[in-house]
């Protein structure tokens, strides 16, 4: 199975990624690195850990990282979530403790131990913790095997504001210092998450589900909708953390280029904005694979067969 580290900030979003981790036998989830984000750390530590127990893990060691990105204060997005930042059915409070020390610690440690080249970091909020690392500790760079990350935009622009999307708006010093690091990067943009859109007939086949994670995913994805349809405009939602997961699943189900992205930290109405060189118009070096495309109704079919077995 690949070894992953899921870095997180949940989020409904976050919550479906994990559960897809969770339930899929061609990967092993070494741990959860909680990130301030969607809501502050208290909470995504929180409901990191209510998952894990809805998923009937709650043995999965979840650990509480950064609680405000390196350099600026922490914009949140309770206006997207909700004020629990995972509102939609009501789950019990988690009963399974925080791992104890920091994430930052974890990622270090489990990265020095384990094989070079074996563990996958997936994070799917802002990357503080991920940069800290790095800072910390920049030996592990040449160990991570690669880094499957949410975040971003280019064609389809911004989500927080009209240059840059959410994760990569709250610290883009963090991923700066990550879209630097050489490491190998698979970047999930707006770009193709708005290509997979949490429809009627998908939400209402995570329902027909008839189980508690179904009904759980169920309503996550109403909740999420409700707010998505009247900004976007579209048939349903994007639903942008699963992709990370689906892509170790199934590459095969979506298309993108290598290319250079460079993160804007200056700009005054830019800042956080991904200025990907999708037309290879300079001579920078590519840095990342950037997908643009999905099979949206492949993806579905996975998660929603995925989910089944929880
Ligand atoms: C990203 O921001 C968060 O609100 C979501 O969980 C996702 O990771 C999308 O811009
Ligand atoms: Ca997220």
């Known amino acids: 199975a690949q070894k992953i580290i899921i870095d997180t ?12 981790a969770l339930a899929s036998p061609e990967i092993e989830v070494l741990g959860l690195t909680c990130v301030a984000g969607n809501v502050p750390l208290a909470l995504t530590a929180k409901n990191a850990r209510i998952i894990c127990e809805l998923a ?16 600026r204060d922490l914009v949140t997005a309770e206006h997207v979530h909700g004020k629990t930042g995972l509102d939609g059915i009501a ?16 990622l270090i440690e489990t990265l020095r131990r ?17 940069a800290t690392a790095l800072h910390r500790a ?3 760079a040449g160990r991570i095997r690669q880094i499957v990350l949410m975040g971003g935009a280019y064609f389809q622009v911004g989500n927080i504001t009209p240059a840059a999307e959410f994760n990569i708006y709250v610290d883009p010093e963090a991923a700066d210092i990550v879209f630097r690091s050489g490491i190998p990067l698979v970047v999930m943009p707006l770009d193709v998450t708005h290509k ?22 169920a309503s996550w994805t109403d909740f999420f909708e409700r707010f998505d349809m009247e900004k976007y405009g579209s048939e349903g ?21 290598e290319i250079n992205v460079e ?47 929880l």
């Open 9 to 20: 900030d949940p989020g409904q979003d976050d919550a479906v990624a994990i559960l897809l």
């Open 56 to 71: 009937g893990r709650p043995d999965l060691p979840v650990y509480a990282g950064c609680d405000r990105p390196l350099k």
């Open 91 to 106: 789950l019990p409070d988690p009963t399974m403790p925080l791992a104890e020390g920091h994430a930052v610690d974890f």
């Open 114 to 130: 384990e094989p070079a080249g074996s563990v996958t970091l997936c994070p799917i909020g802002p990357l503080t913790n991920i």
């Open 138 to 140: 920049p030996e592990i």
């Open 196 to 217: 997979a859109l949490t429809t009627r007939p998908r939400i209402e086949a995570f329902r027909a589900l008839g189980t508690r994670v179904g009904e759980a995913v």
């Open 237 to 257: 939602a994007p639903l942008h953390d699963p992709c990370t997961i689906a892509w170790l699943l199934r590459p095969d189900l979506f298309a993108g280029r």
């Open 263 to 309: 993160i804007e930290l200056h700009g005054q109405y830019t800042a956080g904005m991904t200025v990907a060189d999708w037309w290879r118009v300079t001579k920078r070096a590519p840095n990342a694979l950037f997908i643009r495309d999905v099979d949206a109704d492949g993806f579905y079919a996975l998660l929603t067969e995925r989910l089944a077995r």
